[in-house]
């Protein structure tokens, strides 16, 4: 049988691709754009879009476990519960779901409850479902590299509480760990949902002492403030998308991202190594 994966040509998405492939597992990638995909030798490519009916049916054809990653937009929610409901039809309740961290915590923040609402679905419907929650990306920083480098800045608001910042790679390996668990499970297996973090948590000014570090030369943090990154943002991105940027910024100043007990044990044991580090992307985009 084959896992479909929704959101492959994206960060996260394409190492669970690869991932798979190393895994020996059978892919098919759904898309908007096939052209624009480079995927291994072996992967199947569907073509269409999560708003597309019978495009999504036809993906789903022959399919028995989804990996589904839907990207922040103004229609997250709608996508999701589509594609929810089409592998229910297709009899695909085998699923690994890429949510947020404490998503059922940051109901202000659009792309945080539509994760939840998720979630709720997965588990009402009776899906064997993987909850993947990942606190804020280190691959994020790409966005703001050029002003802490140009700058000596670092503008990203998440406050002093801590975020334990997560690598991509990390989350892919763990969904397709998960992936192949539940693909290879003789019967469906009870929804479970796993906190992804990384190893250190992190505030404003740790983070700016970091990139002090590898660059030699001081690098200030910007402050707790969110509405100059709010600005930054819009000229960059839709308005609605900065706005929701700040909300989220808000909550890392006045919850952070914490990780539970036994978080960081799980992961290092599911992936048989220590979790990738900050410093790591920071010596990485110094470059």
């Known amino acids: 049988m084959t896992i479909l994966v929704i959101g492959a040509t994206g960060r996260v998405g394409r190492h669970v691709v690869d991932q798979l492939v190393a895994r020996d597992a059978n892919v098919r990638v759904f898309t908007r754009d096939p052209s624009k995909a480079a995927f291994p030798a072996g992967v199947e490519v569907a073509q269409g879009d999560l708003l597309d009916i019978d495009a999504l049916r036809a993906a789903f054809s022959g399919v028995s476990t989804l990996f589904l990653l839907n990207a922040v937009t103004g229609d997250e ?3 999701a519960m589509i594609t929810l409901n089409i592998a229910l039809e297709a009899e695909v309740d085998r699923v690994v779901y890429l949510s947020v961290f404490e998503a059922d915590r940051a109901v202000n923040v659009p792309h945080f409850a539509v994760k939840y609402g998720a979630e709720r679905m997965l588990e009402a419907m009776g899906f064997g479902a993987t909850i993947l929650r990942p606190t804020y990306f280190i691959d994020n920083e790409v966005m703001v590299k050029d002003v802490i480098l140009q700058h000596g800045v670092y503008p990203m608001p998440i406050g002093g509480k801590g975020v334990a910042m997560v ?3 990390d989350i892919a390996e763990v969904a397709a760990i998960e992936l ?28 700016a002492a970091i990139w002090s570090e590898v660059l030699g030369r001081p690098i200030v943090y ?11 943002m819009a000229s960059v991105l839709p308005r609605w998308t900065a706005y929701e940027m700040r909300l989220m910024a808000e909550r890392y100043v006045s919850d952070g991202m914490i990780p539970d007990d036994g978080d960081r044990e799980r992961l290092t044991a599911m992936l048989g190594r220590p979790l990738h580090g900050y410093c790591e992307t920071a010596v990485a985009l110094s470059v």
């Open 167 to 169: 690598d991509v790679r």
């Open 77 to 79: 929610f709608t996508q």
């Open 180 to 207: 192949v668990r539940r693909e290879r499970a003789p019967d469906k297996l009870p929804l479970e949902t796993i906190n992804l973090v990384g190893p250190d948590t992190l505030t404003g000014e740790s983070v």
């Open 222 to 232: 910007g402050g707790d403030d969110p509405s100059g990154f709010e600005h930054n």
